[in-house]
């Protein structure tokens, strides 16, 4: 926590493989959910706390356990942003779009591979994951996941900041003082509604 910041916000890493319900190798980079869902409730019950960054470079990892911090993350009340710096292949993508906002730094790669082409329903909830919390089309980013010819899997799409901005499944670009300034935005915003609703609550006939 920083004394002199302009409000007090959380940051979360995400990096490297998403270990879920099976250890990982020890010469993994992982991010344990079981780690990050803890945080995430404290995160919400702190008063204290005004806003969550989440910084994000994944490559993957379990999908189901993936889904479940984005799904976690979506529901919070908390201002969330998303800072996406490298990754996103897998599991990335529904966790680079959860946050109320998100963000990605101009000139790298957004990967939209998908791993489970044969776990239909996965792939259903994350379809419709990433829909309801983008605006890009359901038909458009299937259409992205079962490119062919672009990654080594030979699956997928690869898609710079520009590109995935205007396709609509991030919000803006920018780094990490556009995401802070975006955030205390939001902050702020936040803090009027709940002032204008409590004089609106108090001002009402018993």
Known sequence: TLPDAKHVIHCLNIIGQVEGHYI????NKTTKYEHIIPALVAIEQDRSIEGLVIILNTVGGDVEAGLAIAELIASMK?????????????????????????????GLVLGVPQTLSYFDKMQE??????????AIKPERFRELMMSTGELVMDVGSV????????????????GLSEAIDC??????????KEKA??????????
Do not use: W
């Open 24 to 27: 990982l190798p020890a010469q």
């Open 78 to 106: 908390t201002p969330t942003v998303s800072m996406v710096v490298g990754g996103g292949h897998s599991i990335g993508v529904p966790l680079a779009v959860c946050a109320k906002k998100s963000f990605r730094m101009n």
């Open 125 to 134: 909830r994350i379809v419709r994951f990433v829909c309801d919390n983008s």
């Open 159 to 174: 898609i710079d900041g520009e590109q995935a901005v205007k396709e609509g499944l991030i919000d803006r670009l920018g």
């Open 183 to 192: 955030l205390y935005d939001m902050i702020e915003n936040s803090s009027e």
């Open 197 to 206: 609703e409590n004089v609106s609550d108090n001002n009402r006939p018993l």
